[in-house]
């Protein structure tokens, strides 16, 4: 669904973005480019472990069919959830829990070309961001060089908490994580 901002800041009404996007499956997290690329998590009800990240094209307000992201983000067998695309649209983070994680759902990045299709291999985040628990949701703010995120791994309130993480340009890493708090 998508709806506009009033005159006098309240919600309009919600539209449908209708067919092809929507389907009979599930769609969830989605995160748009500039260019208008959604990236989202898609799953059936008779494969509810199988979810997967897609990208859908729009051109004059309507998307084209939705393409499902090649292995080196969707792994059969593991879910590919909660994508969200940089804002000059060349990473891709997103949390998996595929080979190679510290446990449940890590937090990854990989890189993404001008055709929107993922470049290399997945990086996960590492010790400092990802626990043997559950991280989700992330979201990089460029202007500020920070990711937030949820974790239930991280010393929380209870459940998963919304963490921020400053990112040093210098030496590529990721600062400890700290509680948005109540």
């Known amino acids: 669904y998508w709806s506009e901002m009033e005159n006098d800041s309240t ?18 997290s989605g995160a748009f480019t500039a260019d208008n690329v959604m ?8 494969k509810r472990t199988e979810q997967k990240i897609y990208l859908a094209r ?8 939705a393409l499902k992201l090649d292995t080196s983000v969707n792994i059969p067998g593991y ?8 804002l000059d649209g060349t990473q891709l983070y997103f949390s998996s829990n595929r080979p190679g994680g510290k446990g449940g759902m ?12 993922s470049v290399g291999k997945a ?10 628990y559950d991280e989700v949701t992330p979201f990089y ?13 991280h010393p ?10 400053h990112y040093n340009l210098d030496d590529e890493s990721f600062g400890l994580p700290i509680n948005l708090g109540m």
Do not use: C, Q
């Open 123 to 132: 990086k996960n985040l590492g010790d400092v961001i990802n626990t043997m």
């Open 79 to 86: 879910k590919s959830v909660n994508p969200f695309i940089t």
């Open 58 to 65: 729009m051109m004059n307000g309507k998307f084209f069919e």
């Open 11 to 28: 919600w309009g009404k919600a539209h449908n973005f209708g067919r092809p996007v929507n389907n009979a499956t599930h769609d969830a």
């Open 156 to 165: 929380t309130t209870g459940g998963l908490d919304i963490f921020k993480s």
């Open 106 to 117: 890590d937090i990854w990045v990989i890189d993404i070309d001008e055709n929107g299709k």
């Open 39 to 46: 990236y989202f998590t898609r799953w059936s009800d008779e």
């Open 141 to 153: 703010h460029n202007v500020s060089s920070t990711l937030y995120f949820s974790s239930n791994g």
